[in-house]
């Protein structure tokens, strides 16, 4: 399984923009890269995924870069209902498709 | 549509009790999987199901853990004999379908609020 490095905590401002970044050195070809974030007293959310490509939705961005050893979500607009913690894991399925979390980045949006 | 619920959201349980704690996934769910998050870490992967076949369980800590999806469907992860190093949050979540089936997609997983419980 590949490892994921995230910084413990970020700070961001109301209204500005948030870059959360993860290192997987050891993902694989066929890895995906799934973020989850989970707010206070609920169940990790899914955000985005991607494989190599920059990925967009409602949601947020997702930036790869070109070795695929690193990404960074990108919040455009960083509200007070983002205050989570965001996991980055890298996936591709396998037997039984479970998710291995890390401890992922906890992010304060300051009004 | 209504999300993946779970019940109790919050339990309480004396040393040596045993706890049922309830999964209902989302209606025609295929995978079901069970998560154990300890304070302060990420959740940590328990179980899985396949409709109503159980076909990891690789994560349970040990035989007092017992899982079952018997219809396919509603899920209860049973604890006997609690411990106190069992308190976390249980987890359930459900996704649509299998990765095999969808190789150019990685399925979604929803996930419940949890359950709480604390062993004392």
């Known amino acids: 399984d590949a490892k994921t490095t995230q910084p413990n905590s970020m700070e961001s401002n109301e209204e500005e923009p948030v870059h959360l970044p993860c290192n997987h050195s050891?993902?694989?070809?066929?890895?995906?890269i799934h973020w989850y974030r989970q707010l206070p007293s609920q169940g990790p959310e899914y955000v985005i995924h991607?494989?190599?490509s920059n990925v967009n939705n409602r949601m947020a961005s997702l930036a790869i870069a070109e070795d695929r050893k690193s990404s960074t979500l990108i919040l455009h607009r960083a509200t007070l209902r983002d205050a989570a913690v965001y996991y980055c894991?890298?996936?591709?399925?396998?037997?039984?498709?479970?998710?291995?979390f890390g401890t992922g980045t906890l992010l304060a949006v300051q009004p | 549509g209504a999300g993946v619920s779970q019940s109790p959201r919050y339990k309480v349980a004396k040393r040596g009790q045993d706890v049922a704690l309830r999964c209902d996934p989302i209606?025609?769910?295929?995978?079901l999987f069970w998560y154990q998050q300890a304070l302060g870490q990420g959740p940590e992967f328990l179980t899985y199901?396949?409709?109503?076949?159980?076909?990891?369980k690789s994560g349970l800590p040990s035989d007092r853990f017992f899982a079952e999806r018997p219809e396919g469907s509603v899920s209860t992860l049973k604890i006997q004999r609690t411990q106190q190093e069992d308190s976390a949050v249980y987890l359930c979540a459900s996704s649509l379908i299998r990765w095999e089936y969808s190789r150019e997609f990685t399925d979604t997983q929803y996930f419940g609020p949890g359950t709480r419980l604390t062993v004392l």
């Open positions: 050891t993902i694989s070809g066929t890895d995906y």
């Open positions: 991607g494989l190599t």
């Open positions: 894991i890298p996936f591709n399925g396998g037997a039984t498709n479970k998710l291995i």
């Open positions: 209606s025609g769910h295929v995978s």
């Open positions: 199901f396949q409709n109503e076949a159980q076909l990891d």
